[in-house]
């Protein structure tokens, strides 16, 4: 806008917002005469010329005042292109030296990047952007020092980004190859600490640090990081999608305020995770940790994917809280793996999971559903103490070592459809409030519900129990049902409160198994010999088998239960 056009403008608001102030003050006093009264006198010819004057002045000041501001303006616009000249001209430089064959120009570029962002807030986006898609770049690590000489050395196994990820290096590295793959190493470090030296918001003290970057978007994906270290670190979001972690990773304490992508990535050594903050949507699908992985104490306020993740090594979950769904499904764990008091605000999913080692659910409280259907637990699997209030699903879930449940509650329908346990199973002091149903489950040895409670209905229809199922002082509310079940072992229901009649119907019991102890049945329910020597044969079972009959017992309602 040119000057003239400004300053007419400026006055022309002046004069109408002068002219409005008069109007109003007139209506105001009552409206008054605005000619005198009497004739015109010198002294009126001399407040006149006072007002002319004073007006003359007050206009001057508006232009002044229009031409001081169009100065400053013009000088700050002026200086505005000088400033994004003189970073365009810096950013340029420091970034072709990121180009350079020599890692010391590399390394003068970095910092000279680091710089710039330090002194242009509004860059800061930008110039991490730089870095990040620097470590995004193809990388090949270095060998192992050689003996000596020019020979050539063969590189060790490593792990290359983005589909060629875990491949071996076989082919042979000359000592000046390997000297420029150390240096191209130090240059990446440096990358990695500056981002991780300005992403932590507060110094040594308590203040929050001038150093820091606020609300910083991250994408390394694809990206090989060597031993990264994020600790106490806030981001906005974080994309590492099928990164590369080689020499360990640390996040302890790490903040991520928006979504965190992590899915196909690789951990090579131990990583960390404990204490950190998922604020978005937390993703490691297919993730791979080949070393240790500790999430205690992390809390994952949005949903936690960890779909057909890997896990080689230990993983710990310890007093993790997921605040909303979180999703374990398909997933491996070779190692052990502690989810001791953790919390499932939402539903839990361990469908298909594999444990091969461990699993530590003690004292965890699953709010919503937990479902472990299908999965395997090769290792012990405990589950002491915890609190399933929603439904609590393993069906068809197979364990190899000892599963326990004691002192566990189930406040949802329990379902263990098909479930089969080839060591001791402790269900003792077990509060089942809801439905229970272990239809067609497999105990193959003991099966421990002593002093268990059922409050809803209780199926053990067809189950199979191979070696001592112990119901002793267990009470039954609702219905329980034994229909078709097997008993091969010692029972045990010494003790044991039925608030119905139990259902026995085709219940089977092997006699001439060597048993330890005797057996003990429910007031009312007597083993009985079969009526023939082809209704004591089972097809898929050994040895003699006879019938369980419940008489009717004149303390107990009535209700359809038959033998």
């Not at 979001?237 to 992590?262: C, I, M, P, Y």
């Not at 459809?417 to 040895?445: I, M, V």
Request: charged share 20%; net charge negative; glycine share 12%.
């Amino acid at each position: 806008m040119a000057l003239s056009t400004h300053i007419a403008l400026v006055l022309g608001v002046a004069i109408v917002s002068a002219v409005g102030v008069g109007v109003v003050l007139w209506v105001a006093l009552g409206h008054p005469p605005l000619r005198p009264a009497g004739n015109w006198t010198t002294s009126n010819s001399f407040e006149f010329v006072k007002i002319v004057l004073a007006l003359a002045g007050g206009v001057g000041a508006v232009v002044a005042l229009v031409v001081a501001y169009r100065k400053q303006h013009l000088g700050e616009t002026a200086e505005r292109r000088e400033d994004i000249k003189l970073f365009a001209e810096r950013f340029t430089k420091a970034s072709d030296q990121l180009g350079s064959d020599k890692a010391a120009v590399r390394l003068a570029g970095m910092y000279a990047l680091e710089d710039l962002a330090q002194g242009t807030p509004s860059q800061r986006q930008t110039i991490v952007n730089v870095l990040c898609a620097y470590l995004r770049m193809p990388y090949l690590p270095a060998s192992a020092p050689s003996s000596g000489g020019n020979a050539p050395v063969e590189t060790t196994t490593s792990t290359a980004p983005a589909e060629d990820a875990g491949a071996v290096l076989d082919q042979c590295v000359d000592h000046d190859e390997n000297e420029r793959r150390q240096q191209e190493r130090q240059v990446r470090l440096t990358a990695q600490r500056i981002l991780g030296a300005h992403l932590r918001p507060q110094d040594d003290g308590a203040r929050v640090s001038d150093a820091f970057w606020q609300d910083i978007d991250l994408d390394l994906t694809g990206a090989t990081l060597v031993g990264l270290d994020l600790r106490k670190c806030h981001v906005r979001t974080a994309k590492f999608d099928n990164a590369v972690f080689s020499e360990g990773a640390l996040f302890r304490q790490a903040t991520f305020n928006g979504n965190a992508w992590f899915s196909n990535a690789i951990f090579d050594g131990d990583t960390g995770f404990r204490e950190a903050t998922f604020c978005g949507q937390a993703w490691f699908s297919e993730v791979a940790f080949n070393g240790y992985v500790g999430f205690g104490e992390t809390r994952f306020s949005g949903y936690a994917g960890f779909g057909e993740a890997v896990f080689r090594g230990d993983a710990g979950f310890g007093d993790v809280t997921f605040a909303e769904g979180t999703g374990f499904g398909k997933a491996t764990f070779c190692g052990q793996a502690w989810f001791s008091k953790a919390s499932f605000s939402g539903n839990a999913g361990f469908a298909e999971t594999s444990f091969s080692v461990y699993a530590g659910f003690g004292k965890s409280t699953f709010c919503g559903d937990a479902r472990f259907d299908n999965a395997t637990f090769d290792g012990q699997a405990w589950f002491g103490g915890a609190a399933f209030n929603g439904r609590a699903g393993f069906d068809e879930a197979s364990f190899s070592g000892y599963a326990g449940f004691g002192e566990a509650s189930f406040n949802g329908v329990a379902g263990f459809y098909k479930a089969l346990f080839r060591e001791d199973a402790g269900f003792g002091e077990t509060s089942f409030n809801g439905d229970t149903k272990f239809d067609e489950a497999t105990f193959a040895r003991g099966a421990a519900f002593d002093r268990a409670t059922f409050e809803g209905n209780a199926g053990f229809e067809e189950v199979t129990f191979n070696g001592r199922a112990g119901f002793g002082r267990a009470t039954f509310n609702g219905r329980a049902g034994f229909s078709r079940a097997r008993f091969g072992g010692q029972a045990w229901f010494g003790g044991t409160m039925f608030g119905m009649r139990p259902c026995c119907v085709d219940a089977r019991v092997r006699l001439d198994a060597t048993l330890v102890g005797a057996r003990t049945w429910p007031d009312g329910v007597t083993a009985t010999e079969p009526s023939s020597q082809d209704k004591a044969r089972l097809p898929d079972l050994e040895g003699t088998w006879g019938y369980l009959q419940a008489a009717i017992v004149d303390h107990l309602p009535p209700a359809d239960l038959a033998g």
